[in-house]
């Protein structure tokens, strides 16, 4: 199979439909050949691990191992593949078993956010190839640890920021090289969503034959609880960075690559805070605006999760012809050009590009982009060639919502990053966030 082509449009809107309809996300024609397929394993069975496993079956690959701790994951995973795959996958519970199968090319690492750079890291240093989700690291420093696990393994690390491989984005990419927006001197990222309180409640009853230590692996020890297994890990700086990295690193990397993918900001601020849902049990905020300076613009990154009238792009959107009402859309990017404004979302949001009074001078309408994403990484694994959202590109968006949460965890203050030293000048607070504490059986080795 030939490896994937970064097909570039720039065409009126009378074209764009069949431009879109002929992708591999409608067509599914880009299948790996069966008598070379790819095996992968699923390590992380949750709902989202499924998914992408899902479509990597659809597109060729054979899902031969999954591993999860949860048996109830475990047996949701094989029932969701079955209807795409015959063969049943071989079931782990540890990792290192995955990790040592003769067979496996690749896996999908999908577990919750604490685990994904050290299962990476040992995933390539088994010599297998990876695809993990976003984000793909806890903080600063273990990102650097994957892009060293991947320089020296020569193993391919692909992130789950799936927007750098939408054909609808690489033609936002190239209507800005044409120059026409003018010189961009402010770019506005959202992640405004609706959000709603949390409450840990009653710890509940550990499921039998489940290994919390396991589960918490790097993070610091602590009960069993049922709502923090549960998704309420979300809500903690232990297990995640907040929701503006799980979710809103999709806007910022497809930001950072439609400007060029320029080297880290000289200075990050940040402002937030616990502001709407206030006495919850969270400790991540509910508003947070972070902006970073750069020598020739400054980006904002603005994220809430509280309002009940925002929405992300939905899918009746995503899969016709039609774009978002840009207002009130959660997970939309604006550049301000000298000459022209272009809107885009992302996972098939479609871009504007407009004047005064919002008359439309450009626009392209999306589709989600997991298909090519995945295609990408399959065709990559084969052909030894750098995925379209390597660990190295993927990098500056993870440092920079860290570096912004530093800033707010440390007072709503501003910090300036040297990435020579991977340190905060002149600030020992801020440098003490970097990296994380290990528990002991759990330390990233060198």
């Given at each position: ?10 065409t009126h809107?009378?074209?764009?439909a069949?431009i879109a309809l002929?992708h591999?996300m409608?067509?599914r024609?880009?299948?790996v050949?069966a008598?070379?397929?790819i095996?992968i394993?699923?390590?992380g069975?949750g709902g989202r691990?499924?998914?992408v496993?899902?479509?990597m079956?659809?597109l060729g690959?054979?899902?031969t191992y999954l591993?999860d701790l949860h048996?109830?994951r475990?047996?949701?995973a094989?029932?969701?593949?079955s ?6 996958p ?5 990792m ?8 496996l ?6 577990t919750p956010?604490?685990w994904?750079?050290l299962?990476?890291?040992l995933?390539?240093?088994?010599g297998k190839d990876?695809?993990?989700e ?5 903080n600063i ?14 193993q391919?690390i692909q992130?789950?920021?799936q927007?750098?491989s939408?054909?609808y984005n690489?033609a936002a990419?190239d209507y800005?090289k ?5 010189e ?9 969503q ?8 009653q710890?509940?009853a550990?499921p039998?034959?489940f290994d919390?230590d396991a589960?918490l692996?790097p993070?610091?020890s602590?009960p069993y609880?049922?709502q923090?297994?549960?998704?309420g ?6 297990f995640?960075?907040?929701d503006?990295?799980?979710d ?10 439609l400007m ?8 990050a601020s940040?402002?937030?805070g ?6 919850d049990?969270?400790e991540i ?11 020739d613009y ?11 009238f925002m929405?992300?792009t939905?899918g ?7 774009l ?6 959660s997970t939309?990017?604006?550049l301000y ?9 992302r ?6 590009v407009?004047?005064s009074?919002?008359r ?7 589709r989600?982009?997991?298909y090519p ?6 065709e990559?694994?084969r052909?030894r ?13 993870n440092?920079?919502?860290?570096m912004a949460?530093?800033?707010h965890?440390?007072?709503n ?7 020579q030293?991977n340190e905060?000048?002149?600030?020992s607070?801020?440098n003490q966030l970097?990296?994380?504490?290990y528990r002991q059986?759990?330390?990233?080795t060198t």
């Open positions: 199979m030939k490896s994937i082509k970064r097909r570039r449009f720039l809107t009378s074209s764009i069949a002929a591999p409608f067509t024609q880009k299948a050949a008598n070379d397929r095996n394993g699923l390590l069975c691990g499924q998914y496993a899902r479509g079956v659809e690959a054979q899902l591993c048996n109830g475990l047996d949701a094989e029932q969701f593949i209807s795409v795959q015959k063969e049943k071989k079931r782990f519970k540890d290192q078993e995955l990790f040592a199968a003769p067979d090319d690749a896996v999908i690492i999908a956010d604490h994904h750079a299962a990476t890291v995933a390539a240093r088994a990876v695809y993990v976003k984000p793909h690291a806890h420093w273990e990102s650097l640890q994957m892009i060293r696990a991947a320089q020296e393994t020569n391919l992130v789950g920021t927007n750098r939408a054909p690489l990419l800005i044409t120059g026409k927006l003018g961009i001197g402010l770019v506005k990222v959202y992640n405004l609706p959000g709603s309180p949390f409450h840990l409640g710890s509940g550990s039998q034959d919390w589960w692996g993070a610091p602590r609880h049922e923090i297994f549960d998704g890990w979300h809500k903690f700086w232990d995640s960075a907040g503006i990295v799980d809103g690193i999709h806007q910022l990397d497809l930001a950072l690559m060029g993918d320029p080297d880290l900001p000289m200075s940040c402002t937030g616990r502001y709407i849902h206030k006495n049990d969270a905020p509910d508003v947070q605006i972070a902006t970073y300076e750069y020598k400054v980006l904002t990154f603005e994220f809430s999760f509280y309002p009940r929405r992300e939905t009746t959107i995503r899969r016709n012809d039609e978002p009402y840009w207002t009130q859309n939309r990017i604006e050009g000298r000459e022209l404004m272009m809107t885009i979302g996972h098939g949001g479609g871009w504007q407009t004047t009074g919002g439309v001078v450009e626009q392209m309408y999306g989600p982009p997991d994403h995945y295609t990408n990484f399959l990559c694994v052909e060639k750098r995925p379209a959202a390597s660990i190295e590109l993927a990098h500056p968006a440092a920079m919502i860290h949460n530093i800033a965890r440390i007072g203050t501003t910090v300036k990053y040297n990435p030293k905060f000048s002149d600030n607070d801020a970097i990296k994380r504490q059986g759990y330390e990233f």
